[in-house]
C-alpha cells in the first residue's frame, strides 16, 4: 500500500517561515534575559508577517510549529517552560485572529502585535501562576510585563513591517 | 462595519470587569465575648440577616462563656461542685452535650486531653486574670497527680451524671472555644448564611468561602512577629492552633507555659506550636492541645488514632513538622523557606 | 545630510491607523490600572478598627502619626499609629501582652488588651488574610 502525500506550494512556505521563526526562537532562548521571563519575542515579527501575507490560519501553523519544534530543538518539550511557551502562543493567537477578523480594516500591525504581545505575557504569567509558582506576589509583577509587553509588541510591529515594505517593494 | 465595536468595547470593559472582581456583600463584626475578641465575617446579599446573626453570635458566645466558666461561678463550677460530692444529680441540659463531648475526645487522646484537671490548673495560677509567678512546689504536684481524676470518673447515665474522684474540677478551656465556633456556624447556616467565618482569640472556623476563593488564613509565628504561612480552609473547616506563647509567665529564668502535661503535672514544654485543620471545632480544638501535650515523640500515632490527618508542629529549634496532606494544604511565605521542614509519615488510616 | 526629526515619530517608522492608536493608547492605560490592582493586594493596612466591649467599632485612618485614647473596661489605653503601623503604648492589664506585642503592620491581624476589652483589627481594602490564626 502506498500512500500519496500532497505536499504543496502552501505547505512549503508554512514550512519555511516555521523555519525562520523557530531560527529566531532558538537564538534567542540562547542569549540569557537581564530580567526573567521578560523577552522581546521576535519570533513574533515572522508571525506578524505571514497573518498579513497569508491570513491567520498560516499565522496559526507557523506559530504552533515554532513552539512545538523549538522545544524539541531546545530538549525543553512538555517541560514547564513548553507549556508556558504554548499558553502564550496560544494567547498571541486568539488576540490576533480576535482583531483580525472584526476590525482589520482599523488596525494595522502595530496595535495587533501590541494586544497579541500583552495576551502572550499575561497567558504566561496566569499558567505559572496556577501551574507553578502559586503565590499571590507573581501577580504583582503585571504592571511591569503589560509595560514591556507594549514596548516589544510596538516594536516588533515596527521591524515586521519595515520588512514588509522591502518584500513588497522587491517582490 | 458589522463588528467594529466589539473587540474595542472589550477592551474597554475588561478593567472594569476585573475592578468588580474584587467587590463583594462581605460584612465583618467583632466584638468582645467569650474572654476575648470574637471577629466575624459574613458574606451575603441580606445586610440585616448578616447583623441579626453577627449579634445573635455575640450574645450566645457571651452566654455559654458565662455559662462554661471554669472558675467564676457558674454552671459549670456548680456541676464540678456536685461531681465532687460523688452523689448522682441531674446535669444541666446545655452542659451535657459538651460533657459527653468531652469525656468521649479526652478517652480518644489517650487522656492528653483532660477536662477534669482544673485544680492542677489552678496550682499553676493560670485559673487567675493576674499573671501567676510561681510554679508550686513538687510535693504539691506529686499529691495532685496521684489522685488526678480522669473523664472516667465521671459517670454518665441518661441526662444523668456522678462523679468518682472528689479531685475532680472541670475545666473545658481546650474544647469549649471550638465547640461554640462550631455550634454559632451552624446556626447562621439554619438562618440561611452560607458564607462565614468566625475568629475566636486566632481560633477560626469559616463555612463557604469569600467569594472567587476560600478564605485564606494567616499562621503566626511563634515568635509572634508576622506570618509564616498561609492555609485555604475547605467549605467546612477549622483552623485551630495550640502555642506556648498564648499565655506563660517566667520564673528563675524559666519560662512557664499554661499547657499542662496531665503525665508529669508540668508545662509540655518541647513544643512551640501545633496547628490542627479539620472539620469540626470541638475536636480540632481539643486534638491541638491534646497532640501539643503530646510532643515530637508521639504526636503522629496519637494524630492518627485521633483521626486527625492535617497537622503541623513547630518544635523549640523553629523547624516545622507536618504530615504530608498538611504540606500540601500550607502555603509557606517567601522569607520562611530557609526553615527546616520535616515530613513525618501519613496520618491517614 | 539632513536631519528630519519627522522620522523619529511613530508615524515615520509604522502605519499608525486608528484603531493601533486606541490600542496603544488603552493597553498604556493598563499599565497604572494593574498596578494599583496588583499592588493593592500586597495587603497594605489602609484603616484600623478600634473595638471597646461590645460597643459598634471605629475606624481611623492609618496614615500619618496619631495617638489614640480610648476608655475601655479598666481604664484608658493609648494607640499609637505610625505610618501604617499600630502599637499600644499603655493599657491597664497585670500582663501587658498587647504593649509588648509591639508594631504590628500585617492587615487581618488584631491587637486585643484583654483586660480591657479594647481590640485594634488591622484592615485592608483588599485584605490578603480573612483572619489570623495564632
Known sequence: MKKNINITEEDRKIAAFAALAIVIHVLESSFPSPFPGIKPGLANIITLLVLFRYGWRFAAWVSLLRVTAGSLLLGTFMSPTFFLSLSGALASLLAMLLLWSSIRPWVGMAGISILASISHVMAQLLVAWWLFIPHRGILALTPILIATGIFFGLFNAIIASSIEKRLTDTV | ?349 | MIYDLRLLTLNAMIKMKVGDWLILFLSLLLVPLSWSMTQSDSGAVAAIEVTVGNQPPVVYSIKGRQQITVTGELGNSVIEIRDGKVRIISSPGKRQLCVLSGWHQQSGDNIVCLPNKVGVSLISNREQFDGINF
Not at chain 2, 450566645?60 to 455559662?67: A, I, L, S, V
Not at chain 2, 456541676?79 to 469525656?103: H, N, Q, V
Open chain 2, 1 to 349: 462595519m458589522k463588528s467594529f465595536r466589539w473587540p474595542l468595547a472589550m477592551l474597554l470593559v475588561l478593567p472594569v470587569l476585573l475592578a468588580a472582581c474584587g467587590k463583594q456583600d462581605l460584612y465583618r463584626y467583632q466584638s468582645f465575648a467569650f474572654g476575648t475578641l470574637i471577629e466575624v465575617k459574613i458574606r451575603d446579599n441580606d445586610k440585616t440577616l448578616a447583623d441579626r446573626a453577627a449579634a445573635d453570635l455575640f450574645a450566645d458566645f457571651d452566654r455559654m462563656h458565662n455559662d462554661w466558666h471554669a472558675w467564676q461561678p457558674s454552671k459549670l463550677t456548680q456541676t464540678s461542685a456536685l461531681l465532687a460530692t460523688g452523689e448522682w444529680f441531674t446535669a444541666d441540659s446545655t452542659l451535657l452535650p459538651l460533657i459527653k463531648l468531652s469525656k468521649q475526645y479526652s478517652l480518644l487522646s489517650n487522656g492528653l486531653f483532660n477536662p477534669t484537671i482544673g485544680k492542677l490548673i489552678q496550682s499553676w495560677g493560670f485559673h487567675d486574670s493576674e499573671r501567676p509567678q510561681i510554679p508550686p512546689s513538687q510535693e504539691t504536684i506529686t499529691r495532685l497527680l496521684d489522685t488526678l481524676p480522669t473523664v472516667n470518673d465521671i459517670e454518665i447515665e441518661g441526662n444523668r451524671l456522678r462523679g468518682h474522684n472528689p479531685q475532680l474540677q472541670l475545666d473545658l478551656g481546650a474544647i469549649a472555644k471550638g465547640y461554640a465556633i462550631s455550634i454559632g456556624l451552624q446556626k447562621m447556616r439554619n438562618l440561611g448564611i452560607k458564607h462565614a467565618l468566625i475568629n475566636a482569640g486566632g481560633d477560626l472556623c469559616g463555612i463557604g468561602d469569600r467569594g472567587q476563593r476560600p478564605w485564606r488564613i494567616g499562621i503566626r509565628k511563634p515568635s509572634g512577629n508576622g506570618i509564616m504561612a498561609s492555609i485555604e480552609l475547605g467549605k467546612d473547616e477549622c483552623v485551630f492552633t495550640s502555642g506556648d506563647y498564648e499565655r506563660y509567665f517566667t520564673y528563675d529564668g524559666k519560662r512557664y507555659n499554661h499547657i499542662i502535661d496531665t503525665r508529669t503535672g508540668y508545662p509540655a514544654d518541647k513544643v512551640a506550636s501545633l496547628t490542627v485543620l479539620y472539620k469540626k471545632g470541638a475536636l480540632a480544638d481539643a486534638a491541638s492541645t491534646a497532640l501539643f501535650v503530646a510532643g515530637p515523640d508521639y504526636w503522629q500515632d496519637l494524630a492518627k488514632k485521633m483521626g486527625i490527618s492535617d497537622v503541623m508542629m513547630i518544635d523549640k529549634r523553629g523547624r516545622i513538622i507536618m504530615s504530608p496532606s498538611m504540606q500540601e494544604r500550607i502555603k509557606l511565605e517567601p522569607g520562611e523557606k530557609e526553615r527546616e521542614i520535616i515530613i513525618s509519615k501519613s496520618l491517614t488510616q
